[in-house]
């Protein structure tokens, strides 16, 4: 009897275990990558895995923000001296769309350059 109740325990928590990996999994955003923002500026930037963002181009690559998803579809950028900003954004096929938190006004979109490395 105890022998089968310690070996249900082991597998309700094994099933836990896997319940939060997954769900940690399906709720990371496809954030990381590349990102192009269009004419006129034509800037691209990298989101990397470990919350920067950086500002690439042909001779340079400067880390310009730290970001934090911050919910389901919530972005917070910090720039170099802590000042932040809050957005919503969603992505839908190869575009970023970053809004309005208050608005949900669209403020800025994306095109993804290339696929994220994950």
Known sequence: MA???RHIAIMAV???IAGAV???CAAKPGIVGE???GA???LRFEYRPDGSVWLMTESVTRQVW???VTGHDTLT???GMGR???YRFSIQGGTLTFNDVKTGEAIERYTRAKPSSQ
């Open 3 to 5: 022998r089968h109740i």
């Open 14 to 16: 094994s099933l836990l």
């Open 22 to 24: 997954f769900q940690a």
């Open 35 to 37: 990102w192009d923002s």
């Open 40 to 42: 006129p500026a034509n």
């Open 66 to 68: 730290r970001y934090e």
């Open 77 to 79: 950028l910090y720039d």
């Open 84 to 86: 932040k900003r809050e």
